[in-house]
């Protein structure tokens, strides 16, 4: 007998494909996960930000999917750990991205290696959910940069949590091997949070991380404006009096009374109702 040439039927190709084993998706972080810096008014709380495009690309093709945003502006290392954490374990994920230090390290008696053996005992209840867990570690982004003006200390920081990350399972996701963040467009106007094109990028290397092409239409570096060499300092000399001296300030201010607010998007919920992925310019 002749072979028979089975087509699939539009029933069959109507199915979705499973592309990732994730379900529920929940972010952990201060300013840099909640998206400041990438302004989108269609998103929840006013912001867009890399985790919520993870969020995007990652709910094609799962009708399930849902995703929450614990993520609070300001948050430090402590307070990610003793109010997320409990909240995060509550919602039951089975993908969880973990980032703080960055408002710990710009104070001026930062013990970085302190600091990460504070992760420790988050990232051993997270792995121990059985959820894929993934940490950053901080960035290499410049001396122009607020954050660049710490280096030596994030440069130890990311070490001693690499540590903490192999000892518990967790998977890595490296800033400060991504060398597009030494480029000043990456940044906001404040060098301090990431541009719409540095929240792409991060999104692109989070995803990369997880084994998944994104879909998006990757942005591109609008040229910088030529400067002479007195209108880049007068920039700079802008920049240390509206940013980097009043960080410096609130960080040297070891007691100072601030409110909480809530995060954004504190449930999980199906990915809906979000404008063109990154639409701004770099």
């Known amino acids: 007998m002749g072979s028979i040439n089975v087509q699939p039927g539009k029933d069959h190709l109507a199915q979705p494909v499973e592309e990732h084993p994730w379900h529920r998706y929940v972010a952990m972080g201060d ?106 570690v901080g960035p290499d982004s410049g001396p122009g940069t607020v954050l660049g003006h710490v280096r030596s200390k994030i440069a130890l920081f990311n070490e001693t949590l690499r540590a903490v990350a192999t000892r518990n399972g967790a998977m890595v996701v490296d800033l400060w091997a991504l060398r597009d963040l030494s480029d000043p467009r990456m940044w906001d106007r404040d060098r301090l949070h990431l541009s719409p094109i540095g929240h792409q990028k991060v999104a692109a ?47 040297a201010t070891k007691h100072m ?9 504190p449930s999980p919920e199906p990915v809906q109702g979000y404008g063109p992925a990154f639409r701004g310019n770099g």
């Open 31 to 136: 300013s840099f996960t909640m998206g400041y810096g990438d302004p989108d008014p269609l998103s929840p709380g006013g912001y867009r930000g890399w985790a919520d495009c993870v969020s995007k690309e990652l709910s094609h093709g799962q009708s399930d999917f849902s995703y929450a945003n614990l993520a609070i502006r300001g948050a430090k290392i402590r307070q990610v750990v003793e109010r997320q954490l409990p909240q995060a374990i509550q919602l039951a994920p089975d993908l969880v991205t973990f980032q703080a230090g960055g408002n710990d390290l710009i104070r001026l008696d930062a013990n970085p290696d302190k600091l990460a053996a504070a992760v420790d005992p988050a990232m051993e209840a997270l792995c121990a959910t059985g959820a894929t867990v993934l940490i950053f």
């Open 205 to 251: 290397l989070v995803l990369a991380n997880l084994g998944i092409s994104p879909r998006f239409e990757p942005l591109e570096f609008q040229p910088l404006p030529t400067q002479t060499w007195r209108q880049a300092r007068a920039g700079d000399l802008i920049w240390t009096k509206e940013y980097f001296v009043p960080w410096v300030l609130r960080a």
């Open 257 to 265: 009374a601030v409110s909480t607010p809530a995060a954004r998007r």
